[in-house]
């Protein structure tokens, strides 16, 4: 199961931006999906997740409000749209598959490649 993650760039606090993630070599509904990020000097952070079919989601306290994680399963394409960005949210931007729905790190079997999103003050 191979995943990609791209639609990271540089934008200005209080933008928005939103991510995608591709899956493939696997059947893209069998996964949940998972964001995390990770900053320069900082441990990786869950961000958002959503189970296989799209009706449980689960958020890190500081996203809730602001970033809206989705998946269309015709596409193999899960998202994460990004609004009122802070400088704060600035970080490479990892998505990653498990079967169940987690929030940890070590609970996923399959990590893309990161996406950098840089927000400016």
């Known amino acids: 199961v191979q995943l990609q993650a791209y639609g990271g760039g540089l934008v200005q606090a209080g933008g928005s931006l939103r991510l995608s993630c591709v899956v493939s070599g696997g059947r893209f509904s069998d996964f949940a999906i998972g964001w995390f990020r990770q900053s320069p000097g900082k441990e990786r952070e869950f961000v958002a997740a959503?189970?296989?079919?799209?009706?449980?989601?689960k958020y890190e306290d500081s996203a809730k409000g602001r970033l809206t994680v989705s998946r269309d399963n015709a596409k193999n394409l899960a998202s994460l749209q990004m609004n009122s960005l802070k400088p704060e949210d600035t970080a490479v931007y990892y998505c990653?598959?498990?079967?169940?729905?987690?929030?940890?790190?070590?609970?996923?079997?399959?990590w893309g490649k990161g996406t950098l999103v840089t927000v400016s003050s």
């Open positions: 990653a598959a498990t079967y169940g729905l987690g929030y940890r790190d070590y609970e996923y079997n399959y």
């Open positions: 959503i189970n296989w079919n799209g009706n449980r989601t």
